[in-house]
């Protein structure tokens, strides 16, 4: 993790210019809807993983962490509230927010089973979050090149791993290569006392 950690604080100054092409605006503008259609622009959100901000700019009551300190402190230069954190250990108290969600921060995350059981446990209603799909475009770029830690996953996989965090998957949507997706929170069922 610290060398994912160490190449976005230096990128952290590049980060803007390089998300102006023609990829990065549409996956963003997709993302982005894919957010506010199911989540709403009314709701308190915590973006896990947020950059410099990019997403938390269009919610009103919102919060994001991030490991990198570099794009905290953008993102703090937008006025937007943000904080240095751990996404396998968010410091947050449970119900915390409406939601919690991140974008292209899961495939870097060697503990991501950790990261989407904290992204549940501090969201009242659900999450929601993209991945890099097996067998895609990108797996193969990836492959070919050397990159910062990236993981690859598969529908099903994505899908139990949910279901033993007590989240339900309600909305997908795919574009190349990455499969974005809506979970709603499950409510624990209680045990039965037997008498």
Do not use: W
């Not at 119900?95 to 969600?101: G, L, P």
């Not at 899908?159 to 909305?171: G, R, S």
């Amino acid at each position: 993790m610290n060398a994912v950690k160490e190449y976005y604080n230096k990128y952290a100054c590049h980060y803007n210019s390089s998300r102006k092409t023609k990829h990065f605006l549409k996956l963003n503008r997709i993302q982005l809807e894919f957010l506010i259609d199911n989540v709403g622009l009314e709701s308190e959100v915590l973006d896990v993983g947020c950059g410099n901000g990019d997403f938390l700019k269009h919610f009103s009551n919102s919060c994001g962490i991030d490991f990198s300190e570099e794009m905290v402190a953008i993102t703090k230069n937008h006025n937007l509230n943000a904080c240095i954190g751990d996404a396998t250990n968010l410091a947050f108290d449970d119900n915390s927010f409406d939601y919690a969600f991140s974008f292209k921060v899961f495939a870097h995350v060697p503990n991501c089973e950790r990261m989407l059981s904290e992204m549940v446990r501090v969201s009242r209603k659900g999450i929601v979050f993209d991945f890099y799909k097996e067998l895609s475009p990108k797996t193969i770029k990836d492959s070919l090149t050397k990159t910062t830690y990236l993981r690859h996953d598969s529908f099903n996989s994505i899908k139990f791993l949910l279901k033993d965090l007590n989240a339900e998957i309600k909305t997908t949507k795919e574009h190349k290569g990455y499969f974005m997706v809506y979970a709603i929170k499950q409510q624990r069922k209680e045990a039965k006392n037997e008498f």
